[in-house]
């Protein structure tokens, strides 16, 4: 299955991540994916279901199953309090970053290797 069906050339763009701000590449528009809604103590991400999540050992984790842990966040560890499966499907952006792949995404520090919900 195709995951990608457009890229845009966002190389004037940067992105906060755990390390400081780092340029992004290109900004990948995908397929269809269920929204899941993943709400923590003050943070809430909508992304796919295999949206990445970085936990506090530093383990890369599916939105899907991140219920209960503690993730990663801009103002530190914040545990996951519901993971609530929309039903409801809509085109997704991943971004490219020119180096490091972890950055945050409404405050949660995510990965770039799956799916990224552009919110």
């Known amino acids: ?4 069906t457009e890229v845009v050339d966002v190389s004037e763009w940067e992105v906060e991540t ?20 993943i ?18 050992d530093g383990n890369e984790v599916f939105a899907k199953d991140s219920h209960g842990l503690c993730i990663h ?6 545990r996951v309090i519901s993971v609530n499966n929309t039903g409801i499907s809509e085109e997704m952006y991943d971004i490219q970053l ?13 990965h770039n290797t799956t ?3 552009g919110y």
Request: glycine residues 6%.
């Open 98 to 110: 020119s180096h490091h792949h972890k950055y945050y995404t409404n405050g949660i520090l995510s």
């Open 115 to 117: 799916v990224v919900g």
């Open 39 to 56: 709400e923590l103590e003050k943070y809430m991400i909508e992304c796919a279901d295999n949206h990445i999540l970085i936990d506090t």
């Open 1 to 4: 299955m195709k995951k990608f």
């Open 18 to 37: 755990d390390i400081g701000y780092v340029d992004i590449n290109k900004s990948n528009k995908t397929v269809e994916y269920i929204i899941y809604e």
């Open 73 to 78: 966040t801009d103002i530190g560890p914040q």
